[in-house]
């Protein structure tokens, strides 16, 4: 089992839909989840960054954290075709420093 | 521009040739990270540095690869004799402190051994 899972995709999703990005972790350790957005040929980007359990919200964008079943979400509202992307989960290891990533997620949004 | 400043952004090596990537984290930014990442792939974790300091090295192939990070200047990862193996995106990133924070990303290193 990998540390950080994510389906790899493509996900798509019509623009103005609501875009649903999931994330299951291993160690029940963590205390820290990030999601990044990644263009094709650029460097991944932080989105929103949460570290307790429930919503937290920005924008157009969700983030769910749920500990007890070891999974992180992301949700996308009004999505537009900008939104389209790779998007990367990443994991704080228990007591550590290092973050382990997903292989991410490709998200298409249809016009 | 306070962000990750990574350079060259492309790097042209030929075989046998050593690579220099460089890194300046954020302003403020003490801890950082290397990272490289192939086509339609996921990152993968190669070295975690602080200044002066190599705290993890786990992701680096044990040899011709190595990095630093001095007290004063940027930090360097050095690859020795290059193989065509080695062309990939190599990203830096830096965090205010190690545990719990995010990491911010440069953007990158594309490297191309010819």
């Known amino acids: 089992q990998k540390e950080v899972e994510q389906n790899s995709g493509p996900l798509s999703v019509p623009e103005g839909a609501i875009a649903s990005l999931n994330c299951t972790y291993s160690d029940r350790g963590s205390q820290s989840f990030f999601w990044y957005r990644q263009y094709s040929g650029k460097s991944p980007e932080l989105i929103m960054s949460?570290?307790s359990n429930g919503d937290k919200e920005d924008g157009r964008f969700t983030a769910q954290l749920n500990k007890a079943s070891q999974y992180v979400s992301l949700l996308i509202r009004d999505s537009q075709p900008s939104d389209s992307a790779t998007y990367l989960c990443?994991?704080?290891?228990?007591?550590?420093?290092?973050?382990?990533w997903g292989a991410g997620t490709k998200l298409i949004i249809k016009p | 521009n306070a962000g990750v400043m990574q350079n060259p952004r492309h790097l042209v090596r030929r075989r046998g040739q050593e690579a220099r990537l460089r890194c300046s984290p954020m302003k403020g930014h003490s801890h950082v990270y290397w990272y490289r990442q192939l086509p339609e792939e996921g990152l993968k974790f190669m070295v975690y540095l602080q200044k002066e300091n190599i705290i993890d090295e786990s992701g680096m192939p044990k040899e011709r690869f190595s990095a630093e990070f001095p007290k004063e200047g940027p930090s360097i990862l050095r690859i020795q004799q290059v193989v065509r193996g080695d062309s990939a995106a190599y990203f830096c990133?830096?965090?205010?402190?190690?545990?719990?924070?995010?990491?911010?990303f440069g953007d990158g290193t594309r490297l191309s051994i010819l």
């Open positions: 990443a994991v704080n290891k228990d007591s550590n420093y290092q973050l382990i």
């Open positions: 990133a830096s965090s205010l402190q190690g545990l719990n924070q995010p990491q911010h």
């Open positions: 949460i570290y």
